[in-house]
DNA sequence: TAGGACCTTGGAGTGCACTCCAAGCAAGGG
DNA sequence: CCCTTGCTTGGAGTGCACTCCAAGGTCCTA
């Protein structure tokens, strides 16, 4: 299977996930997580992985006859790029606006993009201003670790 | 005045300020500022200032002969260093504690040392995580402008 | 000395992101 | 069959960090 004349099945793959070394708790065929299990792989609770999937923030998961839900390693992988969108302090709002591009389809390639550049742009100036703090707290560190040697010379 | 006996004067200001290149909007002497004039400085509103003296994230505030508050340049310092570990995203809570050891004098000066060391680390670890989130975005960011590329190539 | 902008207080309200609850259904072991 | 554990739902509650309000006092300029 070679990927030279377009590129469906990567797309709807990448549309999701995070891309990384494949490192699924089980392999792709019998992935079927229950709430907790993937609680306890994402570190999040049962309670937020249901409130995520209220507000839109995850593509409809699959559910077993009886109606327990059961996620995939897509769902993994798509929590797992949601972490690291939380972590740029995105609000939640935003993400569901992501989420809902995602499931729109491939037309919104262009504003999803941009969304994400706009990320990006907050991250950085983001890291600029806590290496900025950074050095007020070495500052601040030196002056306590100055006091604490001067206290000692006049013991 | 010489510095070399102990170092009060420096200590008490240090306790407090950022000793930024002391680029405050009226000299020492006549810095009364209203809360107001704050508000504009800082960009918090006065309504979070008042709210920051309650919950003692400030040294007590000066007031004229009428009960108004009237800040000085030392509070213009506290609250450029407050905002520093505000943007660290330090608990206000935590703030307060550390406003605490600076009321309570010198010898806190070790306790404070740590909590500042400790928020150090947090926020050294914050930017690795956010380095590592900007390395994610990158890759979507490729990954969709790949697909624009290739949708211009097919049409 | 009048008017408008600014200040004071305690307490109540807001928005975000969860976090939990009650009541009930379902699955597996002894 | 019972018991424990886990899952379901809508809705209510929590904690944080503000944010605003009402009612009244103050300051400045004309």
Same mark, same amino acid.
């Given at each position: 299977m070679t990927l030279i004349e377009s590129t469906p099945v990567t797309a709807e793959a990448e549309d999701i996930c995070v891309r990384a070394p494949s490192t699924h708790p089980r392999p792709d065929g019998d992935d079927r997580y229950t709430i907790s299990e993937v609680a306890a792989f994402t570190g999040l609770?049962?309670?937020t992985l249901r409130w995520y999937e209220r507000i839109g923030l995850m593509p409809h998961v699959d559910r077993s006859h009886t109606g327990q839900r059961r996620f995939t390693n897509?769902?993994?992988d798509w929590l797992a790029l949601v972490g690291k969108l939380r972590l740029t302090g995105m609000p939640v709002a935003?993400?569901?606006r992501y989420a809902e591009l995602v499931r729109e389809g491939e037309h919104t390639f262009e504003e999803r993009q941009e969304l994400l550049q706009q *990320? @990006? @742009?907050d991250v950085r100036s983001r890291i600029t201003e806590l290496q900025d *703090?950074? +050095?007020v707290l070495d500052h601040k560190i030196d002056f306590y670790a100055g006091a604490h040697r001067a206290s000692? @010379? +006049?013991s």
């Open positions: 609770t049962a309670h897509q769902d993994l935003d993400m569901v *990320t @990006r @742009r *703090t950074l +050095a000692e @010379r +006049a």
